[in-house]
């Protein structure tokens, strides 16, 4: 499977402009690909004024995803704020070529910038299968709960969107190698990169690491779009080599 991670700026609070420049970005990627990862927020950036720039799941910027994944014939994935029945969402989309969408709500959402306040929370975690491969996806600050991401269904990639700012990174590099060491698969996290109108920088730093934990991308904090092949089998084939899995504890998640 072939994966393109998308980093660069955004801009705030404008979908307009957001979609545009992905789409510049999008039409580079000349090889096949399977799956298009966009950061968290894209179309928006990180803005705790849901009320101000929601869209609906009937929305341009889900359209757009439809289209995009159509004509390229992959999927593509990231996060947008939806309104729905009243209540904002964190939402990752993850769309496919024939317009079938599976969603995630955030789970864990960022109390330190109100993200608690504005939105309301996921429950349920959610595996994709996609193209022979099981698929879990996330956002930004679910990173830092290894429970909610503990790999209990054999999946073989986890997705992080983020808006994870430069502060931070640390934490970034070191969970995202983390979160591929204890799930023994592989881990694929999109970063947005610039400044927001908060005043927060943003390094990018999105790469992808092995079930060992072994980066496999260089880390950069320039826009570009960074397109990698997994390999399922030799993923499998160590997992099964060293049985990590076999040992994990097991659990109940509580609300």
């Given at each position: 499977m072939k994966i393109s991670l998308i980093q660069t700026s955004l801009t705030w609070e404008d979908a307009n402009a957001n979609?545009?420049?992905?789409e510049k970005l999008i039409s580079s990627i000349n090889e096949p690909t399977d799956i298009i990862l966009l950061p968290e927020m894209f179309s928006t950036g990180f803005t705790m004024k849901p009320e101000t720039v929601a869209e609906t799941m009937d929305g341009e910027t889900v359209g757009w995803m439809k289209t995009i994944a159509t004509c390229k014939d992959c999927a593509i994935a990231g996060s947008v704020v939806i309104e729905e029945n009243g209540n904002y969402y964190n939402r990752f989309l993850f769309v496919m070529p024939d317009g079938k969408i599976k969603q995630y709500d955030k789970r864990h959402l960022f109390s330190?910038?109100?993200?608690?306040k504005a939105y309301t929370k996921g429950i349920d975690r959610?595996?994709?299968d996609y193209r022979g491969w099981?698929?879990?996806?996330?956002?930004?600050?679910?990173?830092?709960f290894p429970v909610f991401s503990r790999n209990t269904e054999?999946?073989?990639?986890?997705?992080?969107?983020?808006?994870?700012?430069s502060p931070r990174v640390l934490a970034w590099d070191t969970l995202l190698r983390a979160r591929s060491i204890e799930?023994?698969?592989?881990?694929?996290g999109v970063n947005r990169i610039g400044q927001d109108n908060n005043g927060h920088n943003y390094p990018g730093h999105s790469q992808v690491f092995d079930c060992l934990g072994a980066s496999l991308t260089v880390s950069s904090e320039s826009e570009g779009v960074i397109t990698i092949e997994l390999d399922k089998q030799t993923m499998l084939e160590t997992r099964n080599k060293f049985g990590f899995l076999n040992d994990r504890d097991s659990f109940i998640l509580q609300d």
């Open positions: 979609r545009s420049n992905f330190l910038a109100g993200e608690d959610l595996v994709i099981k698929i879990c996806p996330l956002v930004c600050y679910d990173l830092r054999d999946f073989d990639l986890l997705l992080y969107v983020a808006n994870w700012p799930n023994m698969c592989y881990v694929a």
